[in-house]
């Protein structure tokens, strides 16, 4: 397994910006790097994939709002929130499905 560490949640205002990061303890390289979320009372759900030649996949909620990138050297895996609402509330979680790797979560939470 591969450890995963996620950061840069916090509260922020509807239409507001945050960016997480998960940090991997090793390579990235050959994984699809996920980014889940799981709002209170429901089940988690996928928010964004990349490949590891760099194809995207966002649900259909998150479209054009949010951007899913990674940085090799530095072996972290971003997520770019924008015009967040607050439905987008939810613990976010870092995951490497291959290895079942998922780190610790970190709340976003969208309130005014």
């Known amino acids: 397994q591969v450890q995963l560490v996620e950061s840069g949640g916090g509260l922020v205002q509807p239409g507001g910006s945050l960016r997480l990061s998960c940090a991997a303890s090793?390579?990235?390289?050959?994984?699809?790097m996920s980014w889940y979320r799981q709002p209170p009372g429901k089940q988690r759900e996928l928010v964004a994939a990349?490949?590891?030649?760099?194809?995207?996949n966002y649900a259909d909620s998150v479209q054009g709002r949010f951007t899913i990138s990674r940085d090799v050297a530095k072996n972290t895996v971003y997520l770019q929130m924008n015009s967040l609402k607050p439905e987008d509330t939810a613990v976010y979680y870092c995951?490497?499905?291959?290895?079942?790797?998922w780190g610790q979560g970190t709340q976003v939470t969208v309130s005014s």
């Open positions: 990349i490949t590891s030649v760099g194809t995207t």
């Open positions: 995951g490497e499905l291959t290895t079942d790797s």
């Open positions: 090793g390579s990235i390289s050959w994984y699809i």
